[in-house]
């Protein structure tokens, strides 16, 4: 039996752009590059409408390819010797001390976030923001499901370890 769904792109779009944004946007952690991504990634998506056969697929390949695109971004824009973090400070800096502190811990979290591995950052972003199960991101990324919870492990491990020592002024203030 043919697939009765018809995908609407419009309809897509609209659905799927804060996901298909937020998700560039925590990969690159440069607010101008999450939008290229992702219009990218829309373009992508009206190219090869005709291939998608559900709701689901739709989500799925949309997440596969903003997370492909964003890796790809991030490896055409490293700066060898460069510390990412420094380079995130210096691009966007911190938050002003009047916005409050939870802004400002949300900022920091990100900016941490934006340092870990490009595998592990991909990993723990589609679990704790998309909310996939190990096995959903092995198939978005393309990997053994051992090496996705292998990078969750490792990356929340590095994540924690860095806040620690990045977010001291968040824990003495509690």
Request: no cysteine; proline share 3%; hydrophobic share 45%.
């Amino acid at each position: 039996m043919a697939n009765a769904w018809k995908p609407d792109f419009e309809q897509l779009v609209e659905k799927h752009q804060s996901m298909v944004f937020s998700l560039a946007l925590r990969m690159t952690g440069d607010r101008g590059l999450a939008e290229e991504i992702a219009q990218d990634a829309f373009l992508a998506l009206d190219k090869n409408l005709r291939s998608i056969e559900s709701p689901e697929h739709a989500l799925f390949w949309l997440r596969r390819v903003t997370m492909s695109r964003a890796t790809d971004a991030l490896r055409r824009r490293r700066v060898r010797g460069m510390d990412l973090w420094v380079e995130i400070e210096e691009r966007h800096g911190l938050p002003a001390e009047s916005s409050g502190a939870g802004s400002r811990l949300g900022s920091r979290l990100e900016a941490l976030l934006t340092t870990l591995p490009e595998a592990q950052r991909a990993a723990i972003l589609l679990r704790y923001q998309e909310e996939l199960t190990p096995e959903e991101i092995a198939a978005a990324l393309d990997a053994p499901l051992a090496t996705v919870k292998s990078h969750l492990q490792r990356g929340l491990k590095l994540l924690r370890a860095k806040a620690e020592s990045h977010l001291k002024e968040f824990v003495r203030g509690m």
